[in-house]
């Protein structure tokens, strides 16, 4: 069978992402990671989610509604809990306005499935989440940039526009008030939809807190069904990534027509694992987002702690406030490719190339480091590497002009 000859269109877009690709290396050698953006296992609710485990099959009613499928919107006590979370920072939301979905992937997935035909446009940031392009991908839109530079005009004519606010994967760097206010007035002058993803909105770990568009939205419209924004939530990188819950809060009406796509792509997101994650976020968010944000925060000082010894000069990169990324610029002459697999190969330190980063045109001399695996000595070791390498590619660039 040709299989190749057999595939749909769509999937002529897709291509093996570079970060699952290193991870599989990364599972066969001793590797500094400096790359990937996985939480750190440490921080797993392991006696929490067992707990939880066994009191839901200690009582056999629970037991059963845990073994069963879930309404596709999701397991009401868990949407109750969400709307009353996006209530409390500042969106409130009623139950309507919340569908669960298997993780925020999915929910950034199914906004790509409602809204875009082939051919049609949507605004990304640039760089932008590789997770969302590869969903966005398999619609064959055309993509072009969302600038969130509150002066910036937005892109007329797009579907929607797909931002991070909050510690960005994979620049790290967050959204202004300023920026925030000035986004929403834009698009809602234009008739643009923002789809907002507040992966990183609980690991803020400096830095005044900012609302999310979503909640500014809901209170500049004064209500939750006059909004255009739709924001995307998940526990993953607080309490476990493989429990897959996350959410998507906005307008009912979006939200129906979500549950539509839902029940046609896989009926319902696992009872079970929504009830422990309940059980978990009741008891334990606050404490466990605070542990998340207490341990990257120490490790995103030694990661920057060591870029100031170890960089040569010419190369610069953000500073978070939060989240698990710094986004490395490097001169313009270094190709960010050549230089993470030659660090692969030749130093066993993994960071990113930048290019994956974007839809089109991509900027070649960037790097994403993520702190979220490193330990300090890691990142010391590994940045300190990456360093040295950089340092002799340019004294052979200097050299062969
Ligand atoms: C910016 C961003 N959005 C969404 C996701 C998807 O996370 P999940 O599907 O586990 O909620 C990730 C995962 O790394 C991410 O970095």
Not at 13 to 34: C, G, H, P, Y
Not at 363 to 378: C, G, I, K, P
């Amino acid at each position: 069978m040709d299989w190749n000859s057999l595939y749909a269109t769509r999937m002529g877009k897709v291509v093996a992402s570079d970060i699952r690709e290193r991870m599989k290396l990364l599972a066969a050698r001793q590797i500094i990671q400096l790359g990937g953006g996985l939480p750190d296992p440490s921080l797993f609710p392991a006696a929490e989610i067992a707990a939880a485990t066994a009191a839901i099959f200690a009582d056999p009613a629970r037991a059963t509604t845990a073994l069963h499928y879930a309404p596709s919107e999701g397991h009401m006590p868990l949407r109750e809990w969400i709307a009353g979370y996006m209530t409390s920072i500042g969106a409130p939301c009623g139950v309507d306005n919340i569908m669960i979905t298997n993780g925020s992937q999915q929910a950034i997935d199914f906004c790509g499935r409602l809204f875009l035909s082939p051919g049609d446009t949507v605004a990304v940031e640039m760089p932008s989440f590789i997770g969302a392009l590869r969903a966005f991908d398999t619609y064959e839109p055309r993509y072009v940039a969302l600038p969130n530079e509150a002066e910036a005009p937005l892109p007329v004519g797009a579907k929607f526009g797909y931002l991070g606010s909050d510690f960005r994967n994979p620049t790290g760097t967050a959204m202004t008030l300023a920026e925030r206010e000035a986004m929403i007035d834009k698009a809602a002058a234009i008739g643009l939809p923002l789809v907002e993803d507040g992966c990183y909105e609980k690991l803020r770990f400096e830095g005044q807190a900012v609302p999310s568009v979503f909640a500014l939205a809901v209170q500049k419209a004064g209500d939750v069904e006059k909004v255009g924004v739709l924001h995307t939530g998940t526990l993953s990188k607080t309490i476990a990534p493989s429990l897959r819950v996350g959410w998507v809060a906005g307008p009912s009406a979006v939200i129906r027509k979500l549950v539509l796509i839902k029940q046609a792509a896989d009926l319902a997101t696992s009872a079970l694992n929504q009830m422990i994650a309940l059980a978990v976020a009741q008891t334990s968010l606050d404490r466990l987002a605070d542990a998340g944000r207490a341990l990257y925060l120490r490790r995103r000082d030694a990661m920057l702690e060591a870029l100031e010894t170890h960089m040569p000069p010419g190369v610069t990169w953000t500073r978070p406030e939060g989240g698990l990324y710094i986004w490395v610029t490097l001169p313009a002459h270094i190709d960010g490719a050549v230089l993470s697999e030659r660090l692969l190969m030749e130093e066993a330190v993994s960071v990113i190339s930048g290019a994956a980063f974007y839809p089109v045109d991509p900027v070649r001399n960037t790097v994403r480091l993520s702190y979220s695996l490193a330990t300090e000595e890691a990142a010391r070791e590994g940045v300190k590497r990456m360093g040295t390498m950089l340092s002799a590619m340019l004294e052979t660039a200097v050299a062969a002009e």
